[in-house]
């Protein structure tokens, strides 16, 4: 009776412990190892080309800071008249940033003020910056391992 009883338990232990070592093991996944890190690169449709920078180094995690967008046309000249968002998250966690970073302002150059990045655990993580304009809207997502 006794067996009976702790095998029944056990049928419904089961799943619930593949569950949690499947969670457990999503939240701490390696990165894919052939990430393409680049912090500079065209847009997918070959409309700009976006450059991410910040002075922070290591880039912190838990604090907000703030970063750099540079955004040129194909032939590098400064993309003029242009609106940018930036949205990131984590792509092995499924959650997105935890604060809603904006571009506040033109620094000139095609360079671009970005504040209230934070990310607030290590791992990969992506963001994307889209940007529309005059020459159309286009985007570039970044990977950045923390
Ligand atoms: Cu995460």
Do not use: C
């Not at 750099?68 to 966690?93: E, L, R, S, Y």
């Amino acid at each position: 009776m006794r067996a009976k009883f702790s095998r029944r338990h056990l049928l419904w232990l089961a799943p619930l412990a593949a569950f949690a070592v499947a969670g457990f093991a999503a939240r701490t996944m390696a990165p894919p190892s052939e990430l393409d890190l680049a912090l500079s690169k065209s847009t997918e449709h070959g409309l700009y080309v976006a450059s991410l920078a910040t002075e922070q180094s290591p880039i912190p995690v838990g604090t907000i800071h703030s970063w750099t967008v540079k955004v040129t046309t194909a032939d590098g000249k400064p993309a003029d008249g242009i609106a940018i968002a930036i949205n990131g998250g984590m792509p092995q966690h499924g959650h997105g940033l935890p604060t809603k970073p904006e571009v506040t302002s033109d620094l000139g150059e095609g360079r671009h003020l970005i504040e209230g990045m934070k990310f607030n655990m290590t791992g990969w993580w992506t963001l994307t910056v889209s940007i529309n304009g005059p020459r159309g809207g286009d985007k570039a997502t970044f990977n950045l391992v923390l």
